[in-house]
C-alpha cells in the first residue's frame, strides 16, 4: 500500500504499532496538565497529525474490530487531530479485503 501511495505521488508516513513504544493508555497527550513527561517522539507524532491532509488505516482484523494495538496507539492523541480530512480505513481478514471504507 506504502509504495502504490508513494507511486501515485504522495507522501506517505507509516506509523506502526509495534515500531513505537505505545504503552497501554493511561492519559492521553491532550488531557495531560504537562506534556513535558511525554516523550518527543510522541510529541513529534502529535505535529504529524496536525500538518497530515488526509489519513489512510490499514490493519488485520482482530474479532472482527480494529486490533486494540492499533485503538490503543490512535487514543493516545486528540479526537480533534483525525477530524476533517479525507479518512479512509481498510480491515484484511484471511488475505481478503471485507471492508474498505472511504469518507469524505
Same mark, same amino acid.
Given at each position: 500500500?506504502?509504495?502504490?501511495?508513494?507511486?501515485? $505521488? *504522495?507522501?506517505?508516513?507509516?506509523? @506502526?504499532? %509495534?515500531?513505537?513504544?505505545?504503552?497501554?493508555?493511561?492519559?492521553?497527550?491532550?488531557? !495531560?496538565?504537562?506534556?513535558? $513527561? *511525554?516523550?518527543?517522539?510522541?510529541? @513529534?507524532? %502529535?505535529?504529524?497529525?496536525?500538518?497530515?491532509?488526509?489519513?489512510?488505516?490499514?490493519? !488485520?482484523?482482530?474479532?472482527?474490530?480494529?486490533?486494540?494495538?492499533?485503538?490503543?496507539?490512535?487514543?493516545?492523541?486528540?479526537?480533534?487531530?483525525?477530524?476533517?480530512?479525507?479518512?479512509?480505513?481498510?480491515f484484511i481478514f484471511k488475505a481478503r479485503i471485507i471492508s474498505l471504507c472511504i469518507c469524505i
Amino acid at each position: 500500500m506504502e509504495k502504490c501511495l508513494e507511486e501515485a $505521488g *504522495f507522501d506517505v508516513t507509516v506509523w @506502526d504499532p %509495534k515500531k513505537n513504544e505505545y504503552t497501554l493508555l493511561q492519559q492521553p497527550l491532550h488531557l !495531560a496538565s504537562d506534556a513535558s $513527561g *511525554f516523550p518527543q517522539w510522541m510529541k @513529534d507524532r %502529535k505535529l504529524e497529525l496536525d500538518s497530515a491532509d488526509a489519513f489512510l488505516i490499514c490493519s !488485520a482484523e482482530y474479532n472482527a474490530a480494529m486490533p486494540p494495538a492499533l485503538t490503543n496507539m490512535l487514543d493516545h492523541y486528540p479526537p480533534a487531530s483525525y477530524r476533517h480530512r479525507p479518512v479512509g480505513a481498510c480491515f484484511i481478514f484471511k488475505a481478503r479485503i471485507i471492508s474498505l471504507c472511504i469518507c469524505i
